[in-house]
């Protein structure tokens, strides 16, 4: 083994890449900057995310983005913590962009499922579960806001179990019911209880003392006595920890905690660091794999424009699968055979930037310049292999897009050719309807409003939305176009991108009964949320 194989194998197992799943309002910005701040990347809470009112604006790119407070577009965090290295992929919070956060679950090796201890599992979260579930992800998680009334832990239990199928099991178990948090035992640590103590909003981290049950007792913490016996409870019902079982997708370990107050967060940061599985090689679309070890292989998982007004260029986001990546070092498009330079790379967070000289698996490069990659695709030094092709949505909402400056046909043209690669929209033609008017599909309207946004801001081309009103995508083919082109309440388009047909239905009933009046025709019944 050389120098070089001895150190891409040593720095891929210190590396942990992973997401946090959960739906909007769940608390995914607040943990990530108590993540950051228990890592001493920044030294008080408000300096990554930035939301409503709290400082800087780190990771929110575009106007729209501030004035709903949302976060579109997705940043990396990359810190140490005790001799590993982190790498934290944001994803957008919003639901309309999901499919945006199913690009990146496919660059990460682990996922931290979020929930709001009063609402359990909420519908964002269990589609995104299922997709960590599809992708063999392991999932730890972390249940947030116990600082605040909510519902009872076994019962929070249960509902994972029950509602996703696999066994849950708490490696902490909190002191006192939500919304009187007395502090938390560690059930690898019998005997003992952490008490916290708050800090002035959140924003440094909490003081933590460890104390034997016999002097948690004598400092009457009344949630003590029934936290005893639910952990005994635990153990009858052999609901342990099992690295096995947890990798291998049958159980999660779960963390309590209030990212808001800093609390329960060391924990969640110890976990991804002893239980989290560190980067192993990659399968190829031909059932292939690379190892580690191999030459540079890299998978593009987001391709995003204009993160920064000041840089008007494209970012391309990859992972790095295999090798170790070195700033200048020439590299090939898997597809295309091209080669890509590579002497712009960064590492982002938020909108700062910083260069990049060498990466190892597991950690995340952008490149910029990167006009002519797009998700999915795959860089290598050489070899000629594919990563599997990421998934692409049935897409639920339909509008036609219309330039509405005609001196700006050309930039209308090229920015819609852009949105496309960048997968921001689906992009439908047809004979039927103008080049100057395509119909955009997409998962979730807001995405439209980032289209044309990005339409008038970034390519001069203002642009007007007209919704289409259908809501379901089914692909079909040449006959499908001929056959059901005079079909009331249906229209066929063409996917730019790879020329797929897609028939476009109004609901449910129109699409049952043009399937039974053409049996054969529907080439794929699209799963609702994923082709
Ligand atoms: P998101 O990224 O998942 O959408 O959630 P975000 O972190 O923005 O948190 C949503 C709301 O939940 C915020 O309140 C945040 O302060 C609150 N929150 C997050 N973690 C905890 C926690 O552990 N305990 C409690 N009690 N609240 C928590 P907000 O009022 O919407 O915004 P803000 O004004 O506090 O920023």
């Known amino acids: 083994m050389s120098n070089s194989d001895a150190s891409v194998m040593n720095e891929a197992a210190r590396r942990r890449t992973f997401a946090v799943i959960s739906h909007p309002d769940a608390g995914k910005s607040t943990l990530t900057e108590a993540l950051a701040l228990h890592a001493h990347v920044i030294s008080e809470a408000g300096a990554v995310h930035g939301k409503r009112g709290r400082r800087g604006v780190a990771s929110d790119w575009m106007a729209m983005e501030r004035e709903r407070g ?166 009858q019902l052999s609901l342990d920890h099992e690295q096995e079982a947890f990798l291998a997708g049958f159980s999660t370990p779960v963390f309590f905690g209030a990212a808001v107050s800093n609390i329960g967060v060391r924990s969640l940061l110890e976990a991804l660091i002893d239980l989290a599985p560190a980067p192993v090689g990659r399968f190829t679309e031909d059932g292939g794999e690379v190892p580690l070890d191999d030459e540079f292989t890299g998978l593009v998982f987001k391709v995003q424009a204009n993160m920064d007004p000041a840089h008007r260029d494209k970012i391309a986001f990859v992972r790095v699968c295999s090798g170790i990546f070195e700033r200048g070092m020439m590299l090939a498009h898997a597809g295309t055979g091209r ?119 970034e390519f001069g081309a203002p642009a007007s939305i007209e919704m289409l009103p259908y809501t379901l995508a089914r692909r079909t083919n040449r006959a499908g176009l001929e056959l059901l082109g005079s079909t009331h309440g249906v229209e066929v388009l063409q996917r730019m991108r790879d020329g797929a047909f897609l028939a476009l239905f109004s609901d449910r009933h129109r699409l049952a009964f043009v399937a039974r009046q053409h049996p054969g025709l529907m080439l794929d019944l699209l799963a609702a949320q994923q082709e």
């Open 70 to 235: 949302i976060s579109v577009t997705s940043a990396v965090l990359q810190f140490e913590y005790r001799d590993c290295v982190l790498n934290l992929l944001d994803t957008p919070g919003h639901a309309d962009f999901s499919e945006d956060t199913y690009r990146v679950l496919a660059a990460v090796d682990c996922a931290v499922m979020l929930l709001d201890a009063a609402k359990g599992l909420e519908p964002q979260t269990l589609k995104l579960f299922g997709v960590c579930r599809t992708r063999g992800i392991p999932v730890i998680t972390f249940v947030n806001k116990w600082d605040r009334p909510g519902r009872e832990a076994l019962e929070l239990l249960d509902e994972i179990e029950h509602r996703l199928g696999i066994r849950a099991t708490p490696v902490m178990w909190p002191v006192g019911v939500a919304g009187h948090f007395e502090g938390l035992m560690d059930r690898r640590d019998p005997g003992f209880v952490t008490r916290y103590s708050r800090t002035a909003g959140g924003a440094t981290r909490a003081g933590e003392q460890r104390l034997p049950i016999t002097r948690s007792l004598e400092q009457e913490m009344t949630g003590l006595l029934s936290s005893i016996e639910e952990v005994e409870l635990l153990q």
């Open 339 to 457: 080669p890509f330079t590579t002497k712009y790379a960064h590492s982002m967070l938020g909108r700062e930037r910083t260069s990049v000289d060498r990466a190892f698996p597991g950690d995340i490069v952008g490149l910029v310049n990167a006009a002519s990659l797009h998700p999915g695709d795959t860089l290598t030094e050489g070899k000629a292999v594919r990563f599997p092709p990421m998934p692409v949505f049935a897409p639920e909402h339909f509008a036609v897009v219309r330039g509405t400056d005609p001196s700006k046909s050309k930039q209308f043209r090229k920015g819609v050719a852009q949105l496309e690669a960048e997968g921001v929209v689906q992009v439908l033609m047809s004979d039927r309807r103008s080049g100057q008017a395509p119909v955009f599909g997409a998962v979730g309207p807001m995405q439209f409003e980032v289209a044309t946004h990005r339409l008038q801001h």
